[in-house]
């Protein structure tokens, strides 16, 4: 995968006088070892505090809802289209969105937002270290923004939540950044799956949007973390899929083309989203008020979306179902349409706590539903794309919103349709637009993120291929004094220079800060530079080793210039420069972007010559 290098490099030392053989690392398809199987563990662990995590924060969530809107306690959920229409809707989000500026202002800030960009920026740049802090926090504000009526789904908290579970829980050990990444994905991965049963779908959300790699070293752990996740939510959360749903694609073949269509309308949807999220948000940051009183001015317009809507306020989980059972009339979702993607667009801008997937699924839903109105198929059908195309298309990850989208419902005889659709959205959103909702927060925060997989060439690359083997060296019998001579001419510039014997067995190296030391010392009558570099360590690699192996080395040892040596015998056969590396990489850049035609039709004036 791109950025990726041996997680170990070959390090090995020439002894000069009697050369012997050096057992290089083999290579193979991966890196992982057997310290995956301790990670697997710890996984497993996380998977079950961040399950627990999912269940607490549902139920905190119902309770906020119960208190504010029904003034009782209780857990179950709340039904907003029951809840009466008065002041008291516009007053319950304003305060509620007062009390999350104060925490976020007094207590932490990375409680703000949806909990994605947060948890990627915490992989990228933090080390992969949460505080404790976020871990309370953000459960808290996340209950109170969507308790007291806020536009979101609980996902995403609880994505942010149970990072945190798996990095403070990983730094208790002493683990690498990648290894605390990977747990920290764990407890995300398996907060997801504990709220809407989607193991698959989680894993490879995980893939898609936060482990930035393809590894077994990380995928398998994550893996185990969503599977115990998926084995504890039928004591917690139920059995049975989140949206229990079958819809029937009995369309001939050009149906297909009909998800496409669809899919495109859904990416146009996700891009005039993404644009109108960050055009409010800009419109805050042009307030004269500090930032900590803006949820609060969010709040306001969401209660009075609610005075429209009620069923636009909250999380919104009977709505979706109600969309892919078809029970909805036409100006009700048209309705529903607006007022939550107006209201949920300022209350994210705000920088109020809550998760995006729930309100993407209801307005990919309620688009692709009143599109099913003109289209064969069903309403339920073209919701239930429009949702996956929207999901897919908006987080730019489209194996995700298909698989999501089928383990919701069970429905997996849609698969083929939804695939589609989705691949479609993502392709729109990818051409239209440089940054998704999730990496542009991220980027005016002054970060770049490339979300491109590829084969890195510097382990795609053996030295042999980029070595130079004709080899300007220096022999081990050459007097000190005349090697200093030598480092003095200008027409030898290389900063070093490697020294082999009589049978071309390699001896180390000489510097040209060497050289310059033994000008200042006394003379050196009748020593060699075997006398006095013999003695010395030198860092080789062998023509057998990937370029990203030597690369690693050449850093670890800060050289720009590594001596290649046979494996067997110690000979110096070859040598790689900062330019020999710089130089693959130029290439790569020529395979990624030069085109040229090997089949072309021959013009009738070349024929006739």
């Known amino acids: 995968m791109t950025n990726s290098m041996a997680s170990s490099a070959l390090a090995t030392t020439a002894t000069p006088k009697e050369p012997t053989p050096q057992r290089r690392r083999g290579l193979g398809d991966f890196t992982t070892d057997r310290r995956v199987l301790s990670l697997v563990v710890m996984a497993l662990l996380i998977g079950t505090a961040g399950t627990f995590a999912a269940w607490f924060l549902l139920k905190l969530i119902n309770l906020v809802s119960n208190l504010v809107w029904l003034h009782r306690l209780g857990f179950d959920a709340v039904a907003m289209a029951t809840v009466p229409r008065n002041a008291w809707m516009v007053a319950a989000p304003a305060l509620g969105g007062l009390v999350i500026g104060l925490m976020a202002r007094f207590g932490s800030e990375k409680i703000r937002g949806h909990g994605i960009p947060e948890a990627i920026e915490a992989i990228l740049i933090g080390g992969s270290r949460m505080s404790p802090k976020v871990a309370i926090l953000k459960p808290i504000s996340s209950a109170?923004?969507?308790?007291?009526?806020?536009?979101?789904?609980?996902?995403?908290?609880?994505?942010?939540?149970?990072?945190?579970?798996?990095?403070?829980?990983?730094?208790?050990?002493?683990l690498s950044a990648a290894e605390r990444k990977t747990l920290l994905v764990a407890g995300a991965v398996a907060g997801m799956t504990a709220i809407f049963g989607t193991p698959l779908a989680a894993v490879m959300?995980?893939?898609?949007?936060?482990?930035?790699e393809w590894k077994p070293r990380s995928f398998i752990p994550v893996a185990a973390a969503a599977t115990v996740a998926i084995g504890w939510r039928p004591f917690l959360f139920g059995a049975v899929p989140l949206?229990?749903?079958?819809?029937?694609f009995n369309l001939p073949w050009w149906g297909l083309l009909l998800c496409a269509v669809m899919g495109i309308i859904s990416g146009l949807q996700s891009g005039l989203l993404t644009m109108l999220l960050y055009a409010v948000e800009d419109g805050f940051e042009r307030l004269n008020i500090h930032w900590m009183w803006w949820p609060a001015l969010g709040g306001i317009v969401v209660g009075l979306g609610g005075l429209i809507e009620p069923r636009a306020l909250g999380v919104g989980y009977d709505v979706i179902a109600d969309l892919l059972d078809t029970h909805m009339v036409v100006q009700a979702v048209i309705g529903l349409l607006l007022v939550k993607a107006a209201i949920w667009l300022v209350a994210l801008s705000s920088g109020t706590s809550g998760g995006v997937l729930a309100p993407l699924l209801i307005l990919g839903g309620a688009l692709g539903w009143i599109v099913g109105l003109v289209l064969p198929g069903g309403t339920a059908l073209w919701a239930l794309i429009g949702m996956a195309g929207m999901m897919g298309g908006t987080m730019r990850a489209p194996l995700t919103g298909t698989l999501f989208a089928l383990e919701l419902t069970?429905?997996?005889?849609?698969?083929?349709?939804?695939?589609?659709?989705t691949v479609c959205a993502y392709a729109v959103t990818v051409l239209l637009l440089r940054r998704s909702?999730?990496?542009?927060?991220i980027a005016r925060r002054g970060r770049h993120i490339t979300r491109e997989y590829g084969v890195d060439p510097f382990e795609l690359t053996r030295a042999s291929d980029i070595m130079i083997k004709d080899v300007a060296t220096l022999s081990a019998e050459m007097p000190i004094d005349e090697a200093a001579a030598f480092f003095g001419r200008t027409e030898n510039a290389h900063r070093?220079?490697?020294?082999?014997d009589a049978q071309g067995t390699l001896v180390?190296?000489?510097?040209?800060?060497d050289a310059l030391r033994w000008q200042e010392e006394a003379a050196h009558p009748g020593q060699t530079l075997f006398d006095v570099i013999s003695d010395a360590s030198v860092p080789v690699a062998h023509p057998e080793d990937t370029v990203g192996q030597v690369t690693d080395l050449m850093i670890a040892h800060d050289i720009g210039r590594m001596p290649i040596v046979a494996l067997e015998t110690g000979k110096l056969v070859g040598l790689i420069a900062r330019k020999d590396i710089l130089r693959l990489r130029g290439s790569a850049a020529v395979?990624?972007?030069?085109?040229?035609?090997?089949w072309r039709r021959r013009s009738p004036a070349r024929k006739r010559s």
């Open 144 to 174: 109170i923004s969507i308790g007291t009526g806020g536009p979101f789904g609980a996902e995403g908290p609880i994505i942010m939540t149970g990072g945190a579970i798996g990095s403070l829980f990983a730094q208790l050990f002493h």
């Open 205 to 212: 959300l995980a893939v898609e949007l936060l482990l930035f």
């Open 243 to 248: 949206f229990p749903t079958h819809v029937a």
């Open 410 to 421: 069970g429905d997996f005889g849609v698969t083929l349709p939804v695939f589609v659709a």
């Open 437 to 441: 909702i999730l990496t542009e927060k």
């Open 496 to 500: 070093s220079y490697p020294v082999v």
């Open 508 to 513: 180390g190296l000489a510097e040209r800060a």
């Open 591 to 598: 395979e990624e972007h030069q085109r040229k035609a090997y």
